[in-house]
Every structure is written in C-alpha cells, then in structure tokens.
C-alpha cells in the first residue's frame, strides 16, 4: 500500500493537512474508494467479533468460523486492495482534468508528517497480526473434523454421523484424509476447492463413490498410528444372532481370528496381517470400480518368491490398463484399506440392530413377530428421513394390528412406541436416501458375511484363484480361524 501512497499522495504543500490527506479525501470521493473502506471496516469488525466469540467458546454455529476465518478475511483484503485502485483511478482523472499533483513527500522534521507516519506503521503492524491470527484460525478450522463433517452439512452428514460412533471418533479426518507433508496437504486443499465447487453447484455423485479413487495409501496414513510389527496373537469375537422363529434365545458364535504378528519360532511372519508385512507384496487387478470383482492376484513374497494366481472365466474389460505400472495401471498394491475400507465410516445391517435390539430389551423379545415387523419397517422404502421420522412407528404398530389384533397392541403399546423410536434412530444412523444411502451401500471387507455380494476377504479367498500348478488362495476356514471357531 506504501507504493501507492508515496506515487499518489501530494498534500504536503497543504501542511494544514498530513501527507495522504489528499488520498484519504479521494478515496471518501469515489464509490469504489467508499466501497473498500467500508469492505475493510465493516469486515475487520466483524473477524474480531468472531476471533472474541471463538476464544471464549460463545457458540458452537459452524458458519460463525467459517466467515470469521474464511470469508471475511477475503472481503479484507479486497477492501485493502481497492482503496489503493481508487485512489489510482482518481489520479488519472485529475490528470485527465490537467490538475497537477505533485509526488508524496514526507518530511520528519514535520511533526504532521511524523504522527501520520506512526500511524501508518501502527496500522500495518495491526493488520498483520490480525492475518497472522486469522491465518492460524483459518487453517486449524479447516482442518477440524467439525469443518470437514458439519460445514457442508448436508454432503457430509452421512460420514459424520457414523463416524461418531466409531473408534476414530476423536481422530480429525485429516489424519486418514491427508496425513502429514506439504505435498499431501497442498493436494488437498486443491481437491478440497473442487469440492466446494461441486457442492455450490450440485454437482456430486450420491452416493459419493467408494472407494474413494485418490485416498492417500494407507501406509502413510494409518501407519502414522498402528504398525504392523505391533501386531500379534489372536482376536476374539462374538457374534449375536437371532432367527424369526426364535426371538428369545440367540445363536452365540464366538470366533478367534489370526491377527497375525511375527512368529518367533519360525522367525516369519504370518496371519491375517501377513498380506502387509514388511517384503511381503500383494497386488491385485479387478475388473470393476468397486474393487469387488478380482481377476488376478500376484503375490511376492519375503524369500522372494513370486505367485500368479487367475480366477477362470472372468472377463477384463478394455477399460482396464493390464500394464504393470504407470499412473493408469490398473494393478493395486493391497494396503489396509483393502480389508479395513470402514475403519470408521461403518454402517449398520439392518439384522445386525435389530438383534442388537432383541438381546439388549430395546425390542421387547416377547412381542410374537417383533423381529420379522422391524426388520420390515427399517428396511421399507422412505423418500426422505423425514417421512421415516414420520412413519416409521405407525407402520410397526399396523404391522403388528394385523397380526395379532387391536387388543394385543394396546397391551404392548409402550414397548412398541419404545421400540419404534430405537428403530427411528437406528434408521437415521444407517440410511440417507437423499444422499443415495441405502442399508448396504457401503459394504465392509472386513470378513465374509456379505460375500455372495462381492464384498470381503473371499474375493480372493475363494478356491477359484488358481496358479499355474492349479494351487488356489485357500478358503479353509482355519487358515485365519481358530479354536473356538
Ligand atoms: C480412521 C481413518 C479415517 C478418518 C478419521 C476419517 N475417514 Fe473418511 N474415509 C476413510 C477411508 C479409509 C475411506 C475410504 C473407504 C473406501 O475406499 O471404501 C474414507 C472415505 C470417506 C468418504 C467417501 C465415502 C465413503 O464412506 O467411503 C468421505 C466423504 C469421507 N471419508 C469423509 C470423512 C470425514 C468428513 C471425516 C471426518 C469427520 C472422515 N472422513 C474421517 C478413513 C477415514
Ligand atoms: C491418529 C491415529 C490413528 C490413525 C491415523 C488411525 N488410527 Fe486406527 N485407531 C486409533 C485409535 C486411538 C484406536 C482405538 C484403539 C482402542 O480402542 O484401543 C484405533 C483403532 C483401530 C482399529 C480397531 C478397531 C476396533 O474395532 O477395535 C482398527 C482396525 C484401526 N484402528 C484401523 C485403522 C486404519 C485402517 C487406519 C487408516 C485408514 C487407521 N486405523 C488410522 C488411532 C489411529
Ligand atoms: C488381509 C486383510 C487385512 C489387511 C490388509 C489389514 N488388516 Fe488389520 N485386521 C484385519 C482383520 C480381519 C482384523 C480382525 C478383525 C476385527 O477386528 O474385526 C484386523 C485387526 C486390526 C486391528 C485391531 C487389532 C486388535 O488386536 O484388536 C488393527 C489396529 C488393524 N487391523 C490395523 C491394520 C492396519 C494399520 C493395516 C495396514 C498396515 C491393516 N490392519 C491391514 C484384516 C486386515
Ligand atoms: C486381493 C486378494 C486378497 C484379499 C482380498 C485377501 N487376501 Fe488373504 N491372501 C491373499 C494371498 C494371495 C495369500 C497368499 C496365498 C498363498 O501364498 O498361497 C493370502 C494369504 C492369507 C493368509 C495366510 C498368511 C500366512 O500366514 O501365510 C491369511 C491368514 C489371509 N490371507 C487372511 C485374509 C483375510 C482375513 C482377508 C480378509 C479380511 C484376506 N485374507 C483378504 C490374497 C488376499
Ligand atoms: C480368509 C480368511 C477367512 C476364511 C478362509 C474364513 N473366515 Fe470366517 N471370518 C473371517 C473374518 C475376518 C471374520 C470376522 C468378520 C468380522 O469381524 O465382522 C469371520 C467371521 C466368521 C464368522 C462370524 C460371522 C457371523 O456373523 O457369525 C463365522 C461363523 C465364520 N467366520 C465361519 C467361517 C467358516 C465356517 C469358514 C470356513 C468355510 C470361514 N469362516 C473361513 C475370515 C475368514
């Protein structure tokens, strides 16, 4: 701004006035001039009022950081930027006019032109502290999970919310997002500006693809916090079921799977986490954008040996790069994400809740058919969250009408509204239909419960996978199974 005052400030002949007299007065002459001061004025208020009400925790309105921190610093410095252009705009007309100005002179001995001086290193001091802060504001605002999650609301609701109740939940989504280095981060800010176009204009895909094509490999990300040398033993789990015809006493399976870890008497490592463990390398080629149908898998391995193994009758589709590498190969190297793809986005299955439901009593397991009807509400076709909210405990209550009469219900009519509204927020933890959610959307790898889909382990450990001497990747059940299977 120094450049422009000493080219276009000429008072000093008027000493009743200080050196950028002329300037201020011009500036207040012209709209554009007007238009700056008041941009600059109106938003360095408002910031202040948004850096005191962020300090002091007065709100929690996502869109009170997002203008303090992004917006308004952006009309700021427009404001900064015009005064200076009007001022310009203003010279030329005056020398248009053929009035002559002479060129700033500043003269120290002046005590007018001393003061305007402090003032004007005061003021240049001030303005940038209060980048500088809005800068730092600005940058941890947008990487908070908050900005990620709740500033595009509507977009990102669905991550959000079931990322909440995961174990990530307290990890910002830069960390599996982005990661650490400079490259990453610059990509992502970029990636992120895309975003926001798409959104403005309404443009994004519903519902958002997966997997997502350019996530940073897992490697750099996950590996920031859980290493696979830390892995080891096995891992138990149990698994709820209940059927229709048994609502009250449930199949219990309780299974241990082979983490894997380093094997101190063979002095290799092996188990479910071999396929990343250090020298090992599996790559695999599928067919689809999913990842779920996989033709070829080649594997080489830590004594250096190295494996093909081709399902029979799969058909890659000329769209599919076969190369070996290159940035359109169509090859992928197997990181976590392959197997743990809902590390913390995870939805539900609807059996899953309603089991949940039945041994945890949210469901009342002596309702006759309580399972078969929920089962049947939750997975009812809603346009909208809202129409669910509104229909979903007067569909279980006809349901059950029907089946056992106006007099039953009435008996049960507490348990039923208790259990409509479980299955309410079951629902809106699990299904987005404006975003294209659906129950199932998102399938997880992690296992073989949805395998007839296409989705988990058994996409490659399926017995069809075959090398050249005919040996297939194994689907025996004690390979990642063991006692209690
Ligand atoms: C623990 C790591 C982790 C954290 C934390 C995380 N994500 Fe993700 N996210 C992933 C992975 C992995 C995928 C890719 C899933 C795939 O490729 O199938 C993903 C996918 C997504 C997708 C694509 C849709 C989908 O469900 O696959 C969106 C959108 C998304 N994340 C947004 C967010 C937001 C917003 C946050 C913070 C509130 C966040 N993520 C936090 C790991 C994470
Ligand atoms: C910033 C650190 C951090 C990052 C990055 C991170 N995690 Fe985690 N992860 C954690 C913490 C903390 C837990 C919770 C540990 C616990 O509950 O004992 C956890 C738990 C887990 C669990 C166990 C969940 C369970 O149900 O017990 C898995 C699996 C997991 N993370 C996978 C991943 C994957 C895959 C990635 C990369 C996409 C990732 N994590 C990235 C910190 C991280
Ligand atoms: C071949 C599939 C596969 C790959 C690849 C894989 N995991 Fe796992 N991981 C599993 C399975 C299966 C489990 C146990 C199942 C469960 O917890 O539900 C597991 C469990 C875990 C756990 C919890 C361990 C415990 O003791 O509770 C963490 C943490 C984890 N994985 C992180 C990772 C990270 C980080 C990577 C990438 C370096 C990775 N995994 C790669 C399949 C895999
Ligand atoms: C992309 C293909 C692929 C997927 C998906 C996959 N695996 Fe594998 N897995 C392999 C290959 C290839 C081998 C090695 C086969 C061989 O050498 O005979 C292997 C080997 C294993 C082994 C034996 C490791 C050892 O100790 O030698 C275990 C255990 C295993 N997988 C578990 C899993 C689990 C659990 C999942 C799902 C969570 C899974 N795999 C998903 C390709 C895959
Ligand atoms: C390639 C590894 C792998 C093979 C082979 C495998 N499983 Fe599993 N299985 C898993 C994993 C991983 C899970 C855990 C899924 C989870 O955490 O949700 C699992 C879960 C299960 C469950 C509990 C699921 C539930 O909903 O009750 C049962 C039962 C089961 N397996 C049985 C078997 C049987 C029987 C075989 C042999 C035909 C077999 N598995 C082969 C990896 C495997």
């Excluded at 060129?103 to 007018?112: M, V």
């Excluded at 990509?187 to 992120?192: C, E, Q, T, V, Y």
């Excluded at 997966?210 to 892995?231: I, Q, S, Y």
């Excluded at 029907?402 to 049960?412: A, E, L, P, S, T």
Aim: hydrophobic share 35%.
């Amino acid at each position: 701004m120094s450049d422009m005052d000493h080219q276009h400030g000429n008072e000093h002949q008027h000493h009743h006035r200080g050196p950028w007299g002329h300037i201020i007065r011009g500036m207040w002459r012209s709209p554009l001039g007007l238009l700056g001061v008041t941009l600059t004025t109106v938003s360095a208020t408002l910031m202040v009022i948004g850096i005191i009400v962020e300090v002091f925790g007065l709100t929690h309105n996502p869109y009170v950081p997002l203008l303090a921190f992004l917006v308004l610093p952006g009309g700021f410095i427009t404001g900064l930027v015009l005064i200076p252009v009007a001022a310009y705009l203003r010279r030329r007309q005056w020398q248009r006019f053929g009035i002559a100005k002479d060129h700033l002179q500043i003269n120290l001995s002046d005590h007018r032109h001393r003061k305007s001086l402090i003032w004007f290193i005061v003021l240049t001091v001030i303005f940038f502290s209060l980048l500088t802060v809005i800068g730092y504001f600005g940058y941890e605002f947008s990487d908070s999970a908050y900005f990620c999650g709740k500033v595009c609301h509507n977009v990102m609701d669905p991550e959000y919310t079931v990322y909440q109740r995961s174990p990530h939940a307290k990890i910002v989504c830069i960390e599996c997002h982005i990661g650490p280095g400079a490259q990453w981060f610059v990509r992502a800010k970029i990636s992120g500006l895309r975003q926001v176009l798409a959104v403005a204009t309404n443009s994004y895909s519903r519902p958002i693809p997966a997997p997502v094509e350019h996530l940073r490999p897992a490697r750099d990300t996950c590996e920031h916090c859980h290493w696979p040398e830390k892995f080891s033993g096995k891992k138990v789990k149990s698994f709820v079921h209940f059927t229709n015809d048994n609502q009250t006493e449930p199949e219990i399976v309780d299974i241990a799977l082979h983490i894997g870890g380093h094997n101190r008497v063979t002095g290799t490592f092996e188990g479910i986490h071999w396929h990343v463990s250090k020298d090992v390398k599996v790559q695999y080629l599928a067919t689809d954008e999913k990842r779920l149908e996989i033709a070829k898998v080649k594997v080489s391995r830590p004594d250096g040996s190295k494996d093909e193994f081709v399902k029979a009758g799969v058909e890659i589709p000329a769209t599919v790069d076969q190369s070996e590498d290159g940035e359109k190969s169509g090859w992928r190297t197997m990181d976590c994400i392959d197997c743990h793809n809902r590390p913390t986005h995870t939805y539900d299955l609807p059996e899953e809740r309603v089991d949940f439901g039945l041994i945890s009593k949210k469901l009342n397991p002596e309702i006759i058919g309580i399972r078969e009807d929920s089962l049947a509400v939750l997975t009812a076709e809603y346009n909208t969250r809202e129409e669910a909210e509104a229909q979903m405990t007067n569909r279980l209550i006809e349901l059950q009408t029907n089946r056992q009469g106006i007099d039953y219900v009435k008996r049960f009519d507490a348990d039923l509204r208790k259990a409509g509204a479980y299955l309410l927020e079951t629902y809106l933890g699990n299904v987005w239909p404006e975003m294209g959610i659906k129950w199932g959307t998102y399938g997880s790898h992690l296992g073989h419960q949805r395998a007839e889909e296409g989705w988990g382990c058994w996409r490659c450990h399926d017995e069809e996978h075959a090398n050249a001497e005919g040996k297939t990747i194994s689907q025996s059940c004690d390979l990642c199974h063991d006692e209690p299977q």
